[in-house]
């Protein structure tokens, strides 16, 4: 997903497209739409993990909760300029994005739910996601930079 979002920002300002165009709202939000959609296509076939979880398998199980996840995390992170801005308030950004699109992807995600045993465990166990999602933000916004 990471992967994607980035590579599509690369290639749009290639293209000439400003930072301040690529990173409005609606557009950041599209883009981590779009790359949550990407990832989980490119992973439909192969996530055994979640066929076994929920008892399909053998049958590809669609990963819809990349789609919210994706959404919030770039819709709320990526801002223009947002990588020249002291740490501090890049973190607290981060963090934020970060529990907003965990929040937002764990109800749509049955296999992590089968896997922990319920939504109050699979709760507890996306607390322990937060600071390695908020992290992978961080160094996303410095790679694209």
């Known amino acids: 997903m990471f992967g994607f979002c980035g590579a599509s920002l690369h290639q749009l300002r290639a293209a000439g497209f400003s930072d301040d165009a690529l990173l409005a709202t609606p557009a950041r939000v599209a883009l ?4 949550g959609t990407f990832a989980a296509l ?13 008892g ?14 994706g959404a919030c995390a770039f819709g709320l992170f990526l801002r223009p300029g ?10 607290a950004r981060a963090l934020g994005a970060s529990a907003v699109a965990l929040a937002a992807e ?16 699979a709760a507890l ?13 961080l160094a996303f916004e410095t790679v694209v930079r």
């Open 32 to 35: 981590g739409a779009v790359s």
């Open 82 to 91: 947002g990588a020249d801005k002291p740490l501090s308030d890049r973190a």
């Open 106 to 121: 764990l109800p749509l995600d049955r296999a992590k739910i089968a896997l922990a045993g319920g939504l109050r465990n």
């Open 125 to 137: 166990v996306t607390t322990f996601r937060w600071p390695l999602s908020a992290a992978l933000l």
């Open 56 to 69: 399909t398998a053998g049958r590809p199980v669609f990963a819809w909760s990349s789609i919210p996840f």
């Open 42 to 54: 490119v992973l439909y076939p192969l996530d055994f993990v979640r066929q076994t979880a929920t």
